[in-house]
């Protein structure tokens, strides 16, 4: 009986993906998240909107660390899922499609959505 020369064991925190895989993932990523996030936003602009009472809810409900950690997230998201989406978009009509080109764009789109999301961090302490 021959030896497989596949690996018996897989271990994904050791594969090194390159930075447009990443980057396709995370816009994949935010794009869920985006989705998921719909519905509370929808939730919290019409509390927000519906009387005077309910504003000061939702605005004491944004004090909490973890709401506002939540909103950092979706801000991220929101980001990231532009950014990528106009890199993935103009890389359909072959814009930056060469590799050098490719990868720029990738890290751009990553490092544009982290800074996007500090931003909004600073702002929100």
Known sequence: MARSSRPAFLNPFQIQMPVGAITSIGHRV??????????????????????????????????????????????????????????????????????????RSAYLANIGGIAVAVAMTVLLW
């Open 30 to 103: 935010s794009g869920v998240i985006l989705a998921a996030g719909v519905p509370l936003g929808i939730y919290l602009l019409a509390q927000s909107l519906r009387d005077e009472q309910g504003f000061e809810r939702v605005l004491a409900l944004l004090g909490y660390w973890p709401v506002k950690g939540g909103a950092i997230l979706v801000t991220w998201a929101i980001a990231h899922h532009i950014f990528a989406g106009i890199r993935h978009l103009l890389s359909d009509f072959n814009v930056g499609s060469p590799l050098r080109l490719a990868r």
